[in-house]
């Protein structure tokens, strides 16, 4: 199983980006679709994940401005970031075969995001 991420880059505070991400391979499970977040020297955590038939979870700092969703396929989950803040400056993770927040079946290798001022 492989998951590639795009979309990242540099964006100015109150600015928007979207991430997408292709989950090639067979996963049998039916847990979660899930994005995740790297701050700089800070641990990485989810942030937002979608499960099989559609609810979504958010983490407080995200909620309401990075809604998630997926192509009905389960292998497109998407990332719309709205209203960019600088404390979002963070490397953004795809994952799938989320089961539990720390039981993550698969990774993507990363897409780094920057909000200036």
């Known amino acids: 199983v492989e998951l590639v991420e795009s979309g990242g880059g540099s964006v100015q505070a109150g600015g928007s980006l979207n991430l997408s991400c292709a989950i090639y391979?067979?996963?049998?499970?039916?847990?979660?679709m899930a994005w995740s977040w790297r701050p700089p020297e800070k641990v990485r955590i989810l942030v937002s994940s979608i499960g099989k038939h559609g609810p979504t979870k958010y983490a407080p700092s995200v909620k309401g401005r990075f809604p998630i969703s997926e192509d009905g396929t389960k292998t497109r989950p998407y990332l719309q970031m709205t209203r960019l803040q600088i404390d979002d400056t963070a490397t953004y993770y795809c994952a799938a075969d989320v089961c539990e927040e720390f039981d993550v079946g698969y990774w993507g290798q990363g897409t780094p995001v920057g909000v200036s001022s």
């Open positions: 391979g067979h996963i049998t499970s039916s847990c979660d």
